[in-house]
Antibody
Framework: EVQVMESGGGLVQPGGSLRLSCAAS????????MGWVRQAPGKGLEWVSS????????YYTDSVKGRFTISSDNSKNALYLQMNSLRAEDTAVYYC??????????????WGQGTLVTVSS | DIQMTQSPSSLSASVGDRVTITCRAS??????LNWYQQKPGKAPKVLIY???SLQSGVPSRFSGSGSGTDFTLTISSLQPEDFATYYC?????????FGQGTKVEIK
């Protein structure tokens, strides 16, 4: 059974840092792709970042480039999102999700339950 | 960035109704269009991928159609468990973008 589960959310001051983790199981993590999607309170969904396990290629939405870093540890079946220079507008529930296919067209087929990040003084 | 526009933003319907939600892209996304369902406090769930492919385990009352810039999600006979918010999402180009959502409520 495929499972993904996020952790690491919490309250952080503006300008601070936080690292989110996502534990994955039930599929071949190293040959798949994973992504982070966030949802601000009462708002819609926003794709944040993706990583392809086989190539290590990474992608980011413009608003987080230079501040967030996505990475993975294939030996631990774990995905990470290092978030630096956090801003109030980064406040959201962050979801980790697995790609349904590494070949296009891409989609996200398994999602975690989400972890809340609150950026506030 | 490719802008995704859904219509309507909300709708009221009764159990058994046929419901149609449309999604328009600001430029062609070919068939790289997905539909997700989200219930309050829960993670999104994929219903349709690649414009018209039904995700495993999703009831056949859900269907998707379209290509290029215009897409449709249809629920053939609305069930009580279908009251939720629906999002379209394009994966043809980075950054992936989502529509603003369509909230389906009970009439």
């Amino acid at each position: 059974e495929v499972q993904v589960m996020e952790s690491g959310g919490g309250l952080v001051q503006p300008g601070g840092s936080l690292r989110l983790s996502c534990a994955a199981s039930g599929f071949t993590f190293s040959s798949n792709a994973m992504g982070w999607v966030r949802q601000a309170p009462g708002k819609g969904l926003e794709w944040v970042s993706s990583i392809f396990g086989s190539s290590g290629s990474t992608y980011y939405t413009d608003s987080v480039k230079g501040r967030f870093t996505i990475s993975s540890d294939n030996s631990k079946n774990a995905l990470y999102l290092q978030m630096n220079s956090l801003r109030a507008e980064d406040t959201a529930v962050y979801y980790c999700a697995k790609y349904g296919s590494i070949m296009a067209p891409h989609y996200l087929d398994y999602w975690g339950q989400g972890t809340l990040v609150t950026v506030s003084s | 960035d490719i802008q995704m526009t859904q219509s309507p933003s909300s709708l009221s319907a009764s159990v058994g109704d046929r419901v149609t939600i449309t999604c328009r892209a600001s430029q062609s996304v070919r068939n790289s269009l997905n539909w997700y369902q989200q219930k309050p406090g829960k993670a999104p769930k994929v219903l349709i991928y690649a414009a018209s492919s039904l995700q495993s385990g999703v009831p056949s009352r859900f269907s998707g159609s379209g290509s290029g810039t215009d897409f449709t999600l249809t629920i053939s006979s609305l069930q009580p468990e279908d009251f939720a918010t629906y999002y379209c999402q394009q994966s043809n180009a980075n950054p992936w973008t989502f529509g603003q959502g369509t909230k389906v409520e009970i009439k």
